[in-house]
């Protein structure tokens, strides 16, 4: 049973680039999550995407989107990067809402110079 | 808003003895309560959840956990650690109302078994 898997698993960008990461979530989940977790703090929620469509979103800046396509998986997109979007990207996917436990992905390692 | 805290940075225990690591929270309503764990240069495992019932919840590797509705806490626990167990821990919460799935993260506790 494969687990979520991310890619890529590092990346390095500069200031002012766009960026894609990608996320597919355990098999017969159905909802994707986006953490940030920067160094030494926990993850903060980015945006929950179920049905292909954004549900809940935390408090990140329209420069951070994403998308879910039909087969679950989900994109994450970052604008006009800034110093600061460097960080662990972390992708969790569950099945529904409610109660449903959230299993995270290994993570990608932004760092934008 | 909700929020969780983890008042220790870093918890020091030796091999064999009980360790417990501490979590408390603020949510508006029910909570459900998870803990996470994470290995350098890894992502979060999850280790257990509190939904309803039984205050005591077993999870993986033999850890446990308390939820405490006056004290607002949710300790973890295992009676008697493993080097195996060093790692950064993660308490996390989210409101039990419908919708609201985002969870909130704690800034972790690095646990340190000494041999």
């Known amino acids: 049973d494969a687990g979520v898997t991310q890619s890529p698993t590092h990346l390095i960008k500069t200031r002012g680039q766009q960026v894609t990461l990608r996320c597919s979530p355990k098999?017969?989940?159905?909802?994707v999550s986006w953490y940030q977790q920067a160094l030494g703090q926990g993850p903060q929620f980015i945006f929950q995407?179920?049905?292909?469509?954004?549900?809940q979103r935390g408090n990140f800046p329209d420069r951070f989107s994403g998308h879910q396509f039909p087969n679950y998986s989900s994109e994450l997109n970052v604008n006009a990067l800034l110093l600061g979007d460097s960080a662990l990207y972390l992708c969790?996917?569950?099945?529904?809402?409610?109660?449903?436990?959230?299993?995270f992905g290994p993570g990608t390692r932004l760092t934008v110079l | 808003a909700q929020s969780v805290a983890q008042p220790e940075d870093q918890v020091n225990v030796a091999e064999g003895n009980p360790l417990t690591v501490k979590c408390t929270y603020s949510?508006?309503?029910?909570?459900?309560l998870f803990w996470y764990v994470q290995y350098p240069n890894r992502g979060l495992q999850f280790l257990l959840k509190?939904?309803?019932?039984?205050?005591l919840v077993k999870g993986s590797y033999g850890f446990e956990a308390e939820f405490n509705k006056s004290q607002t806490s949710f300790h973890l626990k295992k009676p008697s650690a493993l080097v195996s167990d060093s790692a950064l821990y993660f308490c996390?919460?989210?409101?039990?109302?419908?919708?609201?799935?985002?969870?909130?993260f704690g800034k972790g506790t690095h646990l340190i078994i000494q041999p």
């Open positions: 969790a996917s569950s099945l529904g809402g409610g109660t449903g436990t959230q299993y």
């Open positions: 098999s017969g989940h159905d909802t």
């Open positions: 995407y179920y049905e292909e469509e954004e549900r």
């Open positions: 949510v508006s309503g029910n909570p459900y």
């Open positions: 509190y939904i309803t019932g039984d205050n």
């Open positions: 996390a919460c989210k409101y039990s109302g419908g919708g609201a799935d985002g969870l909130t």
